[in-house]
């Protein structure tokens, strides 16, 4: 089954700077990747998606980047600010439509 | 926000007793997921629930029961509570299947068995 690898555990960034944070999948049939951000005592939220027939998407300082030859997928965040500090999910598809597999999470800090 | 209203928020239990957790929705969406959160496992998916007494069991099912009797609500049931359940739990709801679109997320529920 799938299995969804996510680097770094902790990242920590200057305001303004770029953070970019990986996950690298097993499955090649997986073909669905989302990114969720978890707030303080909150839930986690969708933040951008990506399907397998494309290799990039953007909205706004947001990006990923798809590489199925190498399996992984990546998340950028352009431009950092305070409120980008959070713990982000990647994820991918898993043997059923039923079931995303999860990545232990990212704890992102913005320096100020 | 989506209406997902998950209780109790907090809950401290004592080993060997059931605990029951509530989530109530008001998108009126098919699907219904019970997860649990830990550090350094993402979120494992417990059970989940593809109309009204239709339910089936996620990777982490052993323990838990869970019921469906309207679209709206969908309950966790821990038996008989042990301390390797002591974790969040989040109810998360999806119009479509989760391997093809958004979930939507409560705000968790914090269990303590001890």
């Known amino acids: 089954g799938e299995n969804v690898e996510q680097h770094p555990s902790t990242l920590s960034v200057q305001e303004g700077d770029s953070a970019v944070i990986k996950c690298t999948y097993s499955d090649s049939a997986s073909n669905y990747f989302p990114w969720y951000k978890q707030e303080l005592g909150k839930g986690p939220q969708l933040i951008i998606d990506i399907r397998s027939n494309v290799g990039e998407k953007k909205d706004q300082r947001i990006a990923v980047t798809l590489n199925k030859t190498a399996k992984h997928f990546s998340l950028h965040i352009t431009e950092t600010q305070p409120e980008d500090s959070a713990v982000y999910f990647c994820a991918g598809k898993g043997d059923s439509n039923y079931q995303l597999i999860w990545g232990a999470g990212t704890k992102l800090i913005i320096k100020p | 926000d989506a209406g997902i209203t998950q209780s109790p928020r907090h809950k401290v239990t004592e080993t060997g007793t059931p605990v029951t957790l509530r989530c109530h929705q008001t998108?009126?969406?098919?699907?219904m997921y019970w997860y649990r959160q830990d550090p350094g496992h993402g979120l494992r998916l417990i059970h989940y629930?593809?109309?009204?007494?239709?339910?089936d069991k996620g990777e982490v099912s052993d323990g838990y029961s869970v019921s469906r009797s309207k679209t709206e609500d969908f309950l966790l049931t821990l038996e008989s509570a042990t301390s390797s359940q002591t974790s969040v739990y989040f109810c998360?709801?999806?119009?479509?299947?989760?391997?093809?679109?958004?979930?939507?997320f409560g705000e968790g529920s914090r269990l303590t068995v001890l």
């Open positions: 629930s593809y109309g009204v007494k239709d339910t």
């Open positions: 998360a709801i999806s119009e479509g299947q989760p391997g093809t679109g958004e979930l939507f």
């Open positions: 998108e009126n969406h098919r699907y």
